[in-house]
């Protein structure tokens, strides 16, 4: 096939892609109000914290020169792990250079022939790609579904991973956590919870949800996000010792990239510290949640105890059509859209954060009442 035929085929599919309304774009982001980007304590736009990473850096190297088996590990990686483990009351942490790394990193080489994955149907796309990339069988179950769960234990041979997220992703629900928890007890099953937006939203502290059912111990692993409410960059995976040394041995995407530069372990340790400082962070955005979900009033509102929320808004066309309308009166504001979302579970997904004013919201929740009236 010469180049001038797989370039009609690329452009056939990308084709195929705007008729279905599915074309995905780079646009940068507009002046308009942030409802849409993972900042959710504001801390990456947070001149204190900024100013602290900035002295903090002064002196370090612009770049990590190499991974982390050469040159790319450092003491204050040891360091910042160290901060990262006793903050999650975890024996171990292990950084990598984001979360995607993270999870193809553990799903591709922890989970071995003969073993078989459980994850929740909504799971991260990240998740899935580590998965695929694994020799073990898997099996999806409904979201938040225990009776499935349990279905797919019952039936389940081998060693058993099950997937899951503390706040999903897509659609901002919370896991039931315990219940899982239990049923992986029961079967005798490792769970692993993808904390990516549960770090610095959920618990008095922003800990997660696994710390805040004092899980930890019963976790196999964890994974947290440092690029969405700690306003940095990069990832750890918690959990043993062994798992550690494990990781540092078999998972690729660790060991075949170039670290972290240490000005974003840097970035990673002040955040972290600067969540230590200020509890009352995780409190102001629970009350902007809180504000929002007592004032949004709409059958088509999908409503969460997370700042994930969400504006049903069947078919791609219409739910982009409606996203461009807000985005023209000042609100950043995306859709979610077939294949990221389950055909006809297209929506406007609404980003809540700490700095979100209710001038803001109230305007946002006003915009979107009258489009739904005069489409
Ligand atoms: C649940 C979940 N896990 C992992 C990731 C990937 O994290 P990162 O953006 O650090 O690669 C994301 C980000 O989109 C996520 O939503």
Redo the contacts with the bound molecule.
């Keep these: 096939m010469g180049f001038q035929d797989i370039g009609s085929r690329l452009q056939q599919q990308l084709t195929t892609r705007t008729r279905c309304g599915s074309l995905r774009k780079l646009t940068a982001a507009t002046a308009g109000s942030d409802f849409c980007s993972?900042d959710y304590l504001g801390y990456a736009r947070h001149a204190l914290l900024k100013q602290r990473i900035k002295e903090a850096s002064l002196d370090l190297a612009y770049g990590s020169t190499s991974s982390r088996l050469v040159r790319g590990h450092r003491e204050l990686t040891d360091q910042v792990e160290q901060r990262i483990a006793e903050f999650h009351q975890s024996p171990c942490a292990l950084i990598y250079n984001?979360?995607?790394?993270a999870?193809l990193g553990f799903w591709s080489c922890i989970p071995q022939r003969g073993d078989l994955v459980i994850f929740d149907e909504y799971i991260?796309a990240?998740?899935r790609d580590g998965i695929r990339l694994s020799f073990a069988r898997h099996a999806s179950f409904k979201h938040n579904s225990l009776d499935h769960l349990e279905e797919r234990l019952k039936s389940a041979k081998g060693l058993i991973y099950v997937a899951i997220?503390s706040v999903?992703?897509m659609g901002g629900a919370l896991a039931p956590l315990k219940e899982v928890q239990q049923l992986c007890a029961d079967y005798g099953a490792r769970l692993v919870v993808?904390e990516?937006?549960a770090t610095g939203v959920v618990g008095e502290r922003g800990q997660g949800l696994v710390q805040t059912a004092n899980l930890q111990e019963q976790t196999f692993a964890r994974?947290h996000?440092?690029?969405?409410a700690l306003g940095c960059?990069?990832?750890a995976i918690l959990g043993s010792q062994a798992l550690k040394d494990y990781l540092i041995n078999f998972s690729r995407p660790l060991i075949y990239t170039t670290a972290l530069p240490p000005h974003s372990l840097m970035a990673i340790d002040c955040a972290y510290h600067f969540l230590d400082e200020n509890p009352q962070h995780v409190n102001e955005l629970n009350l902007t949640i809180d504000y929002f979900t007592h004032q949004a009033d709409h059958p088509s509102f999908i409503k969460s105890p997370s700042p994930i929320q969400g504006f049903k808004t069947p078919g791609n066309h219409a739910v982009l059509d409606l996203a461009n309308r807000l985005q023209q009166q000042g609100l950043d504001v995306r859709p979610m859209r077939h294949p990221t979302v389950p055909l006809g579970s297209e929506q406007i997904r609404i980003c809540l954060h700490r700095f979100n004013t209710r001038q803001e919201i109230n305007h946002l929740l006003q915009c979107l009442m009258r489009e739904v009236k005069q489409p």
């Design positions: 993972n984001s979360g995607y790394d999870n991260h990240s998740i997220e999903y992703s993808d990516a937006h994974v996000t440092f690029g969405k960059h990069g990832s």
